[in-house]
């Protein structure tokens, strides 16, 4: 087998990789999402005064957790065809989410104090 074809076929594979791990994130997004509706609706209808901080904190680990999939699949994709353009978008996008992620990070610390 030789070099190109072996590129060709790790190509293919993470073409077919970025939808997959995109996905995944918004899996986990959509569940932390449901899950903190269904905390919401229980607390709710039994009128329970119990704080929110646990759905809450549950949901910014979500949400955490969904952009680092999402970050990941952008790595895959700048994988396939690095140029700057590709690499510009790239940096741009992971300080976004990055910022994201610390702002989230931060609620969730000052939900567990």
């Known amino acids: ?40 609706l229980r607390r709710h209808f039994a009128l329970d005064p119990d704080s929110v901080a646990g759905a809450r904190l549950q949901l910014v680990e979500s949400l955490v957790m969904g952009l680092e999939f999402q970050v990941a699949a952008d790595v895959l994709k700048t994988a ?22 610390y702002l989230l990070e931060r609620e969730a610390r000052s939900l567990c104090e």
């Open 80 to 101: 396939i065809s690095p140029t700057w353009d590709d690499l510009l978008h790239l940096a741009a996008l992971i300080i976004l989410r990055t910022v994201l992620n």
């Open 1 to 40: 087998m030789g070099l190109n074809v072996i590129e060709e076929v790790v190509l293919v594979i993470i073409e077919h990789l970025v939808p997959l791990v995109e996905a995944c994130g918004a899996f986990v997004i959509v569940l932390g999402v449901v899950h903190a509706i269904i905390y919401q």
